[in-house]
């Protein structure tokens, strides 16, 4: 089964370090793998995606994520962690077979310490 | 400018109603979705279709139902089955190819009084 696992449901930076956010994916084929964020009682916001390529992805607000295909995984990262980025924050697949859904992680809250 | 759009962005429904949530888009994308968040919990699939006049159930459609008779247009209605409709609910449209991301509306939060 195709699946998509965040293993911390919470993760506390200190302002100004680095931050990572764990994801790990199962899916058959090539992945094309997203990150979402979500702040307090709004809709997800695309931050990024893997489609092919370099293994580092830049996207916004200064955040990119490494892409690891012996490791599945797709760990969101970013080298200077601000107050403001404190969100839930949703990893994704889409399947390569455009009539399957997509699939989402749970999410991981994201606080940053001030 | 183009974007999704829920509405509206607060409802309550007493006990024994259904009621119709909104969501259109003027992005020209082919698919839609319907998710639920519960506090403190990821997305959970209502329905989702991926053309006019076709949808498919998610993990949770008990109680809901969608109609897709346009593009732009994806209703959802909870109906008076679901019986623990609280929760905040999400729209989200894609386009046709996989490698695209999918944007979001900025919810619903229906509430039962």
């Known amino acids: 089964a195709q699946s998509v696992a965040q293993p911390e449901d919470q993760v506390n930076v200190a302002e100004g370090n680095p931050l990572t956010v764990k994801c790990t994916y199962s899916v058959s084929g090539n992945p094309y793998l997203f990150w979402y964020v979500q702040y307090p009682n709004r809709g997800l916001q695309f931050l990024l995606k893997y489609i092919t390529g370099d293994n580092l992805v830049k996207g916004s607000y200064g955040f990119e994520a490494e892409f690891n295909k012996s490791q599945t995984s797709f760990h969101l990262k970013k080298p200077s962690a601000l107050v403001s980025d404190s969100a839930l924050y949703f990893c994704a697949v889409r399947p390569m077979n455009r009539d399957d859904k997509i699939i989402f992680g749970k999410g991981t809250r994201l606080h940053i310490l001030p | 400018d183009g974007g999704i759009t829920q509405s509206p962005k607060y409802l309550f429904r007493k006990e024994g109603q259904n009621v119709t949530l909104s969501c259109e888009q003027n992005?020209?994308?082919?698919?839609m979705y319907w998710y639920r968040q519960d506090p403190g919990q990821g997305l959970r699939l209502i329905y989702y279709s991926q053309i006019v006049n076709d949808f498919q159930k998610g993990d949770i459609a008990e109680g809901y139902s969608v109609s897709r008779e346009k593009k732009e247009s994806f209703p959802l209605t909870v109906t008076s089955a679901q019986k623990n409709p609280t929760a905040f609910y999400l729209c989200?449209?894609?386009?046709?190819?996989?490698?695209?991301?999918?944007?979001f509306g900025q919810g619903t939060r229906l509430t039962v009084v």
């Open positions: 989200a449209s894609s386009g046709w190819q996989v490698n695209t991301e999918a944007f």
């Open positions: 992005l020209n994308h082919d698919a």
